[in-house]
Nanobody, 115 residues
Framework: QVQLVESGGDLVQPGGSLRLSCAASGSITSISAMGWYRQAPGKARELVASISASGSTNYSGSVKGRFTVSRDNANNTAYLQMNSLKPEDTAVYSC?????????WGQGTQVTVSS
């Protein structure tokens, strides 16, 4: 059994920064892809960023240049560094991972960008 737990969501002013964490625990042999998606009320779910086991990354055009995804393989943890936050970034952010050939996802953490 595997569990992903996100943390770091908060209320932040426009232009501010946050770092989200996603820690995987349980029965884990290896983790391939990890990443983040978000969903705001009334909007479709959007894949924000992903990172492969080798460190290759991909980003949504709306966050490219502002967000950085990374991972700490020793601790089975992924991160999403969010800079220059905008009100449009307000959403529930959830992490996902492919662990031992199965897909897993977390519960989500709320990010609110407002003055």
């Amino acid at each position: 059994q595997v569990q992903l737990v996100e943390s770091g969501g908060d209320l932040v002013q426009p232009g501010g920064s946050l770092r989200l964490s996603c820690a995987a625990s349980g029965s884990i042999t290896s983790i391939s892809a990890m990443g983040w998606y978000r969903q705001a009320p009334g909007k479709a779910r959007e894949l924000v960023a992903s990172i492969s086991a080798s460190g290759s990354t991909n980003y949504s055009g709306s966050v490219k240049g502002r967000f950085t995804v990374s991972r700490d393989n020793a601790n089975n943890t992924a991160y999403l560094q969010m800079n220059s936050l905008k009100p449009e970034d307000t959403a529930v952010y959830s992490c996902y991972a492919r662990i031992d050939y199965k897909w897993w996802w977390g519960q989500g953490t709320q990010v609110t960008v407002s003055s």
